[in-house]
């Protein structure tokens, strides 16, 4: 399978624009888009409790929870669907998950803002896997020191992203808002809860 490896600093980034054929892309959206049961958390902000720009679900194998921004997530039990997801994202990368992460962006008004995944939970160096469906979004990354260092990447429907090594130490990155018109975007998020 095609990969685009980034040569960036402090990380390992690895892109796979064709991870899903265009076929079962649009399956997999569909299928998420009506059978996730979809929620607007509100996270803390800066001492305030304000709505996600986006809607999230949460799957784990059991037992395992996630919090993060003062949102504390009880998951789901894996559907077929994610489950398969995650044994082709398992195959591929060479790391094994235990977690799901879905957000539904629902336009180009819902977006995710600057951050790194780097809670305790995750370990030291975790690998973050993630399958982007629907609508085409700029997934921009930034070096938490040098401040010329940026990079971006147009997520395709049907790809993935793996995130490894110590990029989570030294690299933010967001999804930001557009004002394009803009199809809705799922992105289902793999991570190992220690």
Not at 47 to 58: S, Y
Request: aromatic share 12%; charged share 30%; proline share 5%.
């Amino acid at each position: 399978m095609k990969s685009e490896i980034f040569s960036l600093p402090d990380a390992e980034l690895r892109y796979f624009p064709d991870f899903l054929s265009s076929e079962k892309a649009d399956f997999f959206l569909e299928k998420l888009l009506k059978d996730i049961p979809w929620k607007q958390q509100n996270i803390k902000l800066f001492g305030k409790e304000i709505p996600q720009p986006r809607l999230t679900a949460f799957y784990a194998e059991k037992g395992i929870s996630y919090t993060y921004s003062g949102l504390q997530l009880d998951p789901e039990y894996f559907s077929a669907e994610i489950l398969e997801l995650k044994q082709k994202t398992e195959k591929i990368s060479g790391f094994d998950f235990n977690t799901c992460l879905a957000n539904l962006y629902r336009d180009g008004n819902d977006s995710m803002g600057w951050h790194a995944d780097d809670e305790k939970v995750l370990g030291k160096n975790p690998v973050i896997a993630s399958i982007s469906l629907g609508g085409v979004r700029s997934f921009q990354f930034k070096h938490k020191k040098d401040k010329n260092l940026k990079e971006k990447i147009e997520l395709q429907h049907g790809s993935l992203i793996v995130m490894q090594g110590s990029m989570q130490h030294f690299w933010k990155h967001q999804l930001p808002k557009t004002k394009k018109e803009v199809p809705p975007r799922i992105n289902l998020t793999f991570r190992k809860i220690q």
